[in-house]
Every structure is written in structure tokens, then in C-alpha cells.
């Protein structure tokens, strides 16, 4: 736990504390015949999880730079913690991780960081005991090595990125915004992050993250968001969202690799209407009217070892392929489209 500084005591206790830590009515964007988001409406619950989804290009990282007043909308009004997204103050109320990742490489880790920490107003001395304890945590200071010493080019990448997150958490923001965090990240590193996000929500921070990455997004958050060529599909509590999208799904795991047989049961659209082929590993939707019972018996008759054989919810990966129009594939017709990486599915 971190105590706030003198400087952030002042914006922790404002005098009117809203429901939601982001409202957003009506927003949109357009650059030139381009529309980058089109009338975009949120509201973000104060200490939740919130993920921004979608394909590439679908208005994510747009969406963000209007909530951080870097570009403005066109039209439509955002509030942060119950003010303008233009006040000047509120940004030191929030950190953000950009998608582009920015430091200035020949400069010694501490000072960059010193420095990151003083933009946002916060004392040197304040700065300094607070980059310490959260080096400490990320392992980029230990008994055998002081990395803060360091300049940022000799470090590794994951190192690099472990500098900018902790940099976008120094002055103990309200708001955390992180766009696609876990790109690039190998999965020691990944596990720290998610470990933090979860942290700061106990500690009753807002978290929005964009992410292509569906498992995270499901592991991870309160609520989700699916943008789609700029426009909301999707918008609720995963519990909801999967509670709504039915019944019909079983997740199928072989205990080896799958036959000719297995394949041609898969692609019977009586009894299949969607599958989701992870080679030893099926997610699928029935089709109408189907019995799960039947494919059981046809998959075991085929021969097959059944290692997992589990009537489930579908998994938000399902959802957001069906929301954003991708076409699932059929046994030996290549890999699915809609630009998102599955990561792992099948979560009941």
C-alpha cells in the first residue's frame, strides 16, 4: 500500500464522487473519408476492470486519446471522475501506458523515472522512496544489482517495459489506462502486470485496458467493450454478456492428435455450427436443435480419447467473433479472421 502524497491528498477527496470514473455520451472522430470512431457512449464503474476490445484499427487507441484529451472528439462530451476530460487538472489523476512504448533511452532508469514522477508534481523525495519500493517489486532492484543505475538502452525489453509501467503507476493515479499492455511481454513479465492490475483494483483504482488479446481480457476484467469499425457492438459485465450468448457451446479436449474422422465430425453442420479448432482442443457451438450427447457418442465412436468433454458458457472469444463479423473456420480451411489472438479458450 502506498501513502499519497501532499500533492495527491488534494485530488482524493473531491467533492463529489461519481458513480462512474468515465462517462462518455455521443463521442465521435473522423480523419479526412476516415471515420476512427463513430457516436461512442460508455460508462466506466469506479474500481473496475474495464477492457476496450477489438480488432485492429477498430478506434481503441482513438477512443483513448479523446478520454486523455490528447486529440479531441468532434462531437459528443467525456467526464473523468465527474469533471471534464479538458480540465487540466485531471490528468494528474490518471496514468497511461501507450500502446507506443517511449523512453528516453541514454538517460540513467531512476532519473527517467524522477522525472515521469515531477510531471505529474509529486516532490523529489516522495519520487525517489516510491521508485525504489516499486523497483523492488518488479525485480529491477535486488541484493546483487541496482538497475535504476543503469541507463535505459542496456536494458532487456521486458525490463524496458517494466520502467514504463512503473512509471505510468508512480503517482498513484485514480485512473489507469494501459493500451495493449501485454504486447511483447514474455509470460514471467505478463503475470507481474496482471498481478498489479489486480492490485490496484483492490486498492479501488479504475482500470481500462485495450487489448486484441481475448484470455486476458476474460481473466481479467469486471466489464468489456467491443469496438468494430469504430462503433460499439458490445458493451456490459462479462458475466452478462456470456450469460445472454446461450448454452450450446462444449469445450472438447483429445488426448491426441485428431483424425480424418474427428475432422469430418466437426464439419457436419447438423450437429456443428461453429468450431473453434485448437488442434487437440475444440471449443463448439452445437447447431440448433443438436444434442451434446450425440457428439460425444460420435467422437468417442471415432475412436478418439476424450479428455474434457464440458457443456460451457461460451467463451468471450466466441463472442467477439460472432459480434465482429469473423468467419469461423472449417476443418483444414486455415486460421480464424478478425484480427484477435485467442490466447487460451474454453473458460466455463
Known sequence: MYAPTTHETTWLVPRFMPDYTIEIDNIAKRYAEHVAVSDLSLRVPKGAVYGLLG?????????????????????GTIRILGRPASDPGITDRIGYLPEERGLYRKMQVRRVLRFLAELKGMRRADADSRI????????????????????????SRGMQQKVQFIGTLLHDPDLVILDEPFSGLDPINAQALKDTIVEL???????????????????????VCIIARGEKVLDGSI??????????????????????????????????DRVDDSNRFFEVELAAGADAQALLQRVVGAGAIVNRF???????????????????????EGPWTGGVETGMTGHG
Do not use: Y
Not at 480488432?55 to 468532434?74: E, Q, S, V
Not at 525504489?132 to 538497475?147: S, V
Not at 483494483?201 to 485496458?209: A, L, V, Y
Open 55 to 75: 480488432p485492429n484499427g477498430a478506434g481503441k487507441t482513438t477512443t483513448i486519446r479523446m478520454i486523455l484529451n490528447i486529440i479531441a472528439p468532434d462531437k
Open 132 to 155: 525504489t519500493e516499486w523497483m523492488e517489486r518488479f525485480d529491477l532492484k535486488t541484493a546483487e544489482k541496482d538497475w535504476g543505475l543503469s541507463k535505459i538502452d542496456e536494458l
Open 201 to 223: 483494483k483492490q486498492r479501488g483504482k479504475t482500470i481500462i485496458f485495450s487489448t486484441h488479446l481475448m484470455d486476458n481480457a476474460e481473466r481479467l476484467c469486471d466489464s
Open 239 to 272: 458475466t452478462d454478456i456470456k450469460h445472454s450468448h446461450g448454452t450450446r457451446n462444449v469445450a472438447l479436449s483429445l488426448g491426441g492428435s485428431p483424425s480424418a474422422e474427428i475432422s469430418a465430425i466437426m464439419a457436419d453442420r447438423s450437429l456443428v
Open 310 to 332: 464440458e457443456i460451457v458458457q461460451p467463451s468471450l472469444h466466441q463472442i467477439f467473433l460472432e459480434k465482429v463479423g469473423a468467419t469461423p473456420r472449417a476443418p483444414g
